[in-house]
Structure formats: structure tokens, C-alpha cells
């Protein structure tokens, strides 16, 4: 496997595009698209929340019983949430607004939304920014980077990944685009997120491989405990590298889980490392737990801990907070095993030992929370699971942008 | 039933005292002590994190296995949790030197500590405390509000309350103080409160009486979703009301425990009101829900969500946040029958209907989200039933408060 640049477009036969359509920000891109030349099969992923937004119920529908997909709509500023039969036939209608555009099916269109939950979104401004979408399109590198900026909201940068890996002799690509900042605790997987890739393989084994990946990477972050009504990751694969098809759990597809897996990890912690208002990546890492299922609930608590959260932007090696954290986490363990350490790149100190504080540098411990990316490493001594979970610190501007976020 | 002034005092027989004895701040007083002329029956509930501070573990043995309590003995600034053998010996030397003082044997004492994690207490400044404590000992209203202020940490005010009612003839007093500002997200009890009460009942009534209804009060209140390792609440009857005892659950029990609702429900609104960096209380009463387990569910997972306790900081009408959290909250409903209105003590608009957003005027909402107590008020329309959950706004003062706490 090897990574290389570029998002959506890095695969065979994907075009993308990002314009200004006025939906609700001003001066700025508000709508993508990603277009495959040929058909695609589709795997995708939605939000657990019982009030699902139009899009999610639209795609899903795509997803499982359209023939295939060939298009992606996106637009930010306003989520179509809570918008009744008026919002989901505005999913109905954009689509057919690209299909006629694109000459494709209008159930082979996907619709994504994020932005403010209740508005009802201005279907003439959708329709024009569609027509502007389709004639900008392209299959260039730079096409695919403006897209991820357009999808924005919150977002301070654009995230994109993408990878490439041999299938019998073939080189497949799989790359990705994602956003979200704010309204972030996946409970099925980001806010929003597409995955482009050339792989020839089955529709199932697909849906299969995302499931699985999600549970232990886009499932694992959390900014601020908030599972979107938008949640939505969807993979498109169009077949274009011309792999021989996947269509059993062979070594092939090993190599394309851990292609995703890579991707699903990397775009996870640009999320969190990019949550509103944060200074640092927060990840913990939780090992030697009795099962997996109970790392990643330990690790998951830490990282949702408001105080935690607070206490790393200030610095302040206040770890205590993180043994409370592991304890109502609602996993049973022995308080008195647990070692807990702080690292970053370059150091790692031990602060807890049998469950009891050690004596270390104060000054040492700030030092490494003061880094970009803080790791809380938790040895329970329980058994032989891990998990990782990423989060980020808790600051001023978390407050100051949700304070403002629709004005 | 009646509202009196005072608090832990209130009852007769009962005395209290606050003094200063350089625990871990400077200057102000710090430790409390609870003290009953009688000894009393004891009931309690105490946190469910796994990680127990050691008064906790000290509490649950008294409460459990001696005859009889006499006194509490609390400090504040340390929390003695994740301290080992070492915090429990000093509950256990606590007990023992206020037992000294007091006469009385080490296991009818009660302790509790809050404050930061993993530090060790000095035990030579405790003792001298506990003497100290002694000396200062009165049965008046103003010794229970010094009581009341030195068990504070990040709290702006102290926090009391005390009723009296009749049974068979006879005038029974409960009265109760509480502390509890951050880390506050009980699942058992609060951080810290105490009730006492000259009422003849038994123990086995009281303790049911107590776990019942802590579910409806003390655990529907949220400040930042961190189950503290030190939530404790204890209630102590010393009998002195002369009452005859309730031993059944008749219309005698039935006072008590409209009582102890009162005064449970009046402390965690004060302890949710005052919440770290908090400008407004945040009630949620979800009504006309399938169940009671699921009105509790989704008013509290709407008090508990960050971008909701955000926007009402910034005064902002953004509910579809809330209909987002109530999505999440894992309880299954029918979106588009919701209805949402945002209430003051003076008015009530309507925010959502059948779903979907109202034409309300955004600064009239904005007016009652500048309010010191906001409540929105969710109509289900899936049952009958009905709870309340109470929070607070989420503040830059949250975030400098935790960010510098233990510095």
C-alpha cells in the first residue's frame, strides 16, 4: 500500500467540483459533486439518530435498491433536518436536477446536507448551483481538494486522503474526502464522508468491509457528544482498475479492508484533531483490556470527558479526571492495576501506577499536553484488548463558535 | 408541609460547624462537620463509577453495617479518590479522632471529601480540624450555612433547604445541604449531600425511600456528564420528633417522602443552577412519552448535550439541536410528531410542530433563552408519561474554570 495525494479524485474515472451557490454562506464554495464516468456499486453507512435528515433517508434508500450510483450532490449551510415532506422532496428534486445534467438516473444520485438543522433548503439556488457543478466538474487533483473545501463549515482545513495498492497486478486507488468539526460523536460513522476507489468488487462484500472498518475508526471520535441528525459515509467503486473482482474474503480483499482502514483512520483523526475550536488531537489508547468491546467503551469515555477535555487545553496534567472517566464508563474493572501514562511524539511519562499516582514532573507532564497531538495511554491489566479512541481538547472557542454558529 | 429557613441544622437535635484548616486552599474555610445529639438510623446512596473515592468506600461500610451514625466529618479542596490503602487508613483515622472529640464510637462516623483526584490528604491538618470542628459545634441555622459554605469548591453559592410537616401530631423537621458545581452528571446521587432529619423511621423505609426517589431528582441532573468517584448522599433520622415511627409504607410514609422529594428536588435545581461557569438553569420536561424510563432518557440527553447547552449561552434559538439530542438519546419515536416549545417563567413559544419548524420570532426566543431559568418543553405524543431533567448553559467561564482548576 502506498499513499499518495489527492481525495476523491485520485481513483480512475472519479470528476468532482465545488461552486458557489449562495444556499447560506456568503463570498465562499457551498456545493461539490463527485461523478464517476461509469456506474458504481455503493456501500454506505448513516447516522443512528431516530431523527435522520432527508438526505440520509434519500441515500439510504439508493443504497439499497438502486442498480448502482454515479453521483454525489453535496451542499453545507443547512442540514434539510427536520424539514418534513417539503426537505425530502428536495432530495427528489436535486437529484433529478443532476441526472438531467449528467444524462444518469435520478435514483443513481446521492444527496448529502450539513449545516443548521430546521431550514428548509431554496430549491432554485440548489438547481443552479447543480447546473454550474456539472459544468465545472474535472477529474484533476486540484477538482477533488475544492470539493473537500466546499463541503466546510466549521471545518478550519480541507481533509482528504487517498492510497493505492496491487490487486492481481493491477493498481487500485481508494481515496476519500470528509468534513465535520461540530455536532461530531458518530454513532454509525462521520458527519459526512465519501470514498472513491476503482476496485472491482462485490456490492456485499463492500457494505461488509465498511461495517466492520467503521466500528474501530470513524465510530471511535468524539468532539463533542453530539450524534448528528446528517451522519454519512458512502464508498463508491466503479471497477475502472479492472482487478479481477472480489467476491470472497480472499487475500484481496485483506488488502482492500486495510486500504480502508488507513484511509477511515487517517480522514477519523483529521476530524478530530480539527474539532470546533481545538488546540490538540486527543487520542487514548486503552490496552489489555478483557475484551475489545469494553477498550473501546473505555477509550471512548476518556476522550468524550468534558473536564478531561478542559484540563488538556489548560495544560494541566489533571489525570485524575481520566481514571473517573474510565470508571463510569460502565466497564467493570480493578482500579487498583491501572498504569496510566501521557506521551506525545517524543516522550512518554507515567502519572499513575497501580491505580495510585506516581511522583512525576508537573512541569514535564504541561510540556506534553502543550503538544499538537496528546496520547493518553491506559494499561488496565485486564486481559489482552485494545482500542483507540480521538478526541480533542475543550476550549474557548468550542463555547464562542456554537455560541454563534446560526447568527 | 412547610418551607423553613435553614438546612442541616434545621432538625432538632442536630448541630454543625465550618472551619478553616488549610486543606488545600488558603484562607477560607474548608471542612465541615454534621453532628447528631442522638445517634441516627442512616441511609445512603453513593456514586456508580467503579473508580470509588475512599470515603465512599469508608460511607458504604457504615451505612451498611453499624448500628448507628452520629456525625459526618467533610473537607473540601481534596477528594482523597485514587489514593489507595493509604486514603482509606486516613477515612479510618478521621473517623477515629472526630470519634475521640465526640465521644462516640469511630464507625458511627461518616466522612466525605471533595475536591481534586489522585493527591493524598494531610492528616495532621485533618485532625486538628476535627478538633476544631468539635469546639465550634452549634445547633443554630447559622452554623449549618457555615457548614453549607465550607463544604463548597467551584460553587458561587452554598446550598440549603428544610420543610416541616405533621405526623400523628407531631412536627417532623428534614432539612439538607448539597454542594456540586462540576463533574456533576450523577448516577447515583450528587457529588455531595446531606439531609437530616429528627423523623422516627425505620431504616429499611428510608433507604427505599431514598434510592426511589434519587432516580427523579438528584439523577436527572447533568452538568458536564462526568459521574464523579465521590457522589454521596446520606440522609440521618435521629427520632427525636417523637413521632410514631414508620415502620409501613402508610399516609405517614407518604409525607416523609413528599418531604424528601421537596427537599431533593429543590437541592439539585439549585446544584444544576449553579453549575461551573453556568448564567442560566436549563430544565428539560419531556411529556406524553411511551414510557417513564424513555421521558428520562431524552430530557436528560437533551440537558446533557453540549451544543444545545452552547446555544442557550448564546442565547440563540437553535433547537433543532435539541430534536438531535433527543434523536440520540437511544429511545425510539416518531420525529414528526414533536412538538417543542421554549418557556420562561413568563412565556411559552412554540419552536417546532409535527416536526418541523414553527414561524416563531426569533427575539422573542431569544429573550426567553436570556432568562435565568430556561425550560424547553417536549410533547412526544407517544404515551402519557412525563419527566423533568435539569442542566445548565455551557460557558467560556466552564472552560476557564476547568482549564485552571487545580493550578
Redo the contacts between chains.
Keep these: 500500500m502506498k499513499v499518495i495525494d489527492g481525495g476523491i479524485t485520485a481513483a480512475k474515472g472519479f470528476e468532482a467540483a465545488g461552486v458557489e451557490a449562495g444556499i447560506k454562506y456568503q463570498g465562499r464554495k457551498d456545493m461539490a459533486l463527485i461523478y464517476s464516468r461509469k456506474p458504481c456499486r455503493a456501500a454506505g453507512v448513516f447516522t ?5 435528515a432527508a438526505p440520509v433517508l434519500w441515500d439510504k434508500e439508493v443504497v439499497a435498491h438502486s442498480p448502482y450510483a454515479q453521483a454525489v450532490v453535496i451542499n453545507a449551510g443547512i ?1 434539510n ?4 415532506k417539503q426537505g425530502y422532496e428536495c432530495c427528489s428534486k436535486t437529484a433529478q436536477a443532476a441526472a438531467e445534467h449528467l444524462q444518469i438516473p435520478a435514483d443513481s444520485v446521492l444527496v448529502a446536507s450539513t449545516g ?4 428548509q433548503l431554496p430549491q432554485d439556488k440548489l438547481n443552479a448551483g447543480v447546473k454550474k457543478l456539472v459544468e465545472a466538474k474535472a477529474d484533476t487533483i486540484e477538482a477533488g481538494q475544492i470539493a473537500a473545501e466546499a463541503i466546510m463549515t466549521t471545518d478550519t482545513v480541507f481533509k482528504q486522503a487517498a492510497v493505492t495498492f496491487e490487486i492481481g497486478g493491477k493498481t487500485v486507488t481508494l481515496g476519500g474526502m470528509c468534513k465535520g468539526s ?2 461530531i ?1 458518530p ?1 454509525m460513522c462521520t458527519m459526512l464522508c465519501f470514498l472513491t476507489s476503482d476496485i472491482a468488487i462485490s456490492k456485499e462484500l463492500m457494505q461488509e468491509a465498511l461495517s466492520e472498518n467503521v466500528v474501530d475508526t470513524f465510530n471511535m471520535v468524539s468532539i ?6 446528517n451522519d454519512t459515509l458512502v464508498v463508491l467503486a466503479n471497477g475502472m482498475a479492472e482487478n479481477p473482482e472480489i467476491t470472497s474474503k480472499n487475500e484481496d480483499y485483506d488488502k482492500f479492508v486495510e486500504a480502508l482502514n488507513y484511509i477511515n483512520t487517517t480522514l477519523a483523526k483529521k476530524m478530530a484533531g480539527d474539532g470546533e475550536g481545538a488546540t490538540a488531537l486527543f487520542e487514548t489508547k486503552v490496552i489489555n483490556a478483557a475484551t475489545k468491546e469494553d477498550a473501546r467503551r473505555l477509550s471512548k469515555s476518556v476522550i ?4 478531561t477535555k ?2 488538556i ?2 495544560h ?1 496534567a ?4 481520566i ?7 460502565g ?3 480493578d ?2 492495576k491501572i498504569e496510566l501514562r501521557l506521551e506525545n511524539k517524543d516522550k512518554s511519562i507515567l502519572i ?1 501506577k ?4 506516581t511522583d512525576y514532573d508537573e512541569e514535564e507532564a504541561s510540556q506534553i499536553l502543550a503538544s499538537e497531538e496528546v496520547r493518553a495511554l491506559v494499561d488496565m491489566k485486564m486481559g489482552t484488548a485494545q482500542a483507540c479512541a480521538w478526541g480533542c481538547d ?3 472557542d ?10
Design positions: 443512528s439518530n431516530v431523527v435522520k442540514a433536518a427536520c424539514t418534513g443548521v438543522i430546521g431550514m461540530g455536532m460523536h454513532n463533542d457528544g453530539d450524534t448528528s441528525t468524550c470527558s468534558s473536564l478542559a484540563a487545553f489548560g494541566d489533571n489525570c485524575g479526571r481514571l473517573c472517566a474510565l470508571g463510569y464508563s466497564v467493570d474493572f482500579p487498583e499513575y497501580d491505580g495510585v499516582m475543550l476550549t474557548y468550542y463555547v464562542k463558535i456554537n455560541a454563534d454558529y446560526r447568527s
